[in-house]
């Protein structure tokens, strides 16, 4: 048994920011590295100015890559190499189900099943790939 209160702190506006202080948890967000849905992990430039933006991560690994490309002065916009590996490594995934589907079909002669089959398979196979590499990477600390 604990002798300690639990009061919650009163919701006070700190000097910097219009509001209260809001807990938010990244339910939804996909993660930033590999499109995963995000777990909790987190990370924001403290050297901005607030509201800053927030990236969410699945894991560990995937916000070490983040936070290392982060430290090189590297942003995540565009194509770097390793989304360019892991976009090759999908090609292969996705030539075995166009195998299965049929190469002298059109895209649009495909049935529902078939799309969401090729859809599944790219966003299936990047996002593995992604966390591969990540937890391939040096860790930056």
């Not at 919650?8 to 939804?28: L, V």
């Not at 992990?41 to 990236?55: A, K, Q, V």
């Not at 299936?124 to 930056?140: D, T, V």
Request: net charge positive.
């Amino acid at each position: 048994m604990s002798h300690v209160a639990q009061i919650p702190p009163p919701t006070t506006k700190a000097a910097d920011r219009s509001g209260p202080d809001r807990h938010w948890h990244p339910r939804f967000m996909p993660c930033a590295v590999c499109l995963r849905p995000a777990s909790g992990f987190g990370f924001f430039n403290p050297h901005t100015l607030r509201p800053r933006e927030h990236r969410w991560f699945c894991s560990m690994p995937c916000q070490g890559f983040f936070a290392m490309r982060f430290r090189k002065g590297m942003t995540m916009i565009g194509t770097t190499d390793e989304e360019r590996l892991a976009i090759a490594l999908v090609m292969k995934r996705l030539g075995q189900t166009m195998d299965q589907i049929g190469w002298n079909k059109r895209l649009c002669d495909l049935n529902e099943t078939e799309v969401t089959a090729l859809i599944e398979e790219v966003l299936e196979g990047y996002g593995a790939e992604m966390s591969r590499i990540a937890r391939s990477e040096e860790a930056p600390f």
